[in-house]
Nanobody
Framework: QVQLVESGGGLVQTGGSLRLSCDIS????????MAWFRQAPGREREFVAG????????SYTDSVKGRFTISRDSAKNTVYLQMNSLVPEDTGVYYC?????????????????WGQGTQVTVSS
């Protein structure tokens, strides 16, 4: 089973930035995909961004386009989520997920393994 560990969360003011990291024990395959999801209190887990293992394809939910950037460092087995221009609506627990075979789908049930999450809080 693949192990994922998120880090980089914290408290930030509106307009601030954070960079989340997800360390993965191993890429399941050359066709694997990874994603970031988030879950706010009382709400369902929602897709934020996804990326292929090769890094040649990325996707984002509409509310973060132009503000968030997903990237990966295959040599370090790490996927990042750079978050800029944060707003209170971005508050939640952020999870990374991996699936052995792509593509990137936004449904949480699609994904094979999950990390424990890291809290992001944006104050107004």
């Amino acid at each position: 089973q693949v192990q994922l560990v998120e880090s980089g969360g914290g408290l930030v003011q509106t307009g601030g930035s954070l960079r989340l990291s997800c360390d993965i024990s191993e890429w399941p395959s050359m066709t694997s995909v990874m994603a970031w999801f988030r879950q706010a209190p009382g709400r369902e887990r929602e897709f934020v961004a996804g990326i292929t293992q090769r890094g040649d394809t990325t996707s984002y939910t509409d509310s973060v386009k132009g503000r968030f950037t997903i990237s990966r460092d295959s040599a370090k087995n790490t996927v990042y989520l750079q978050m800029n221009s944060l707003v209170p609506e971005d508050t939640g627990v952020y999870y990374c997920a991996v699936r052995t075979i792509g593509p990137v789908y936004q449904l949480p049930d699609w994904w094979d393994d999950w990390g424990q999450g890291t809290q992001v809080t944006v104050s107004s």
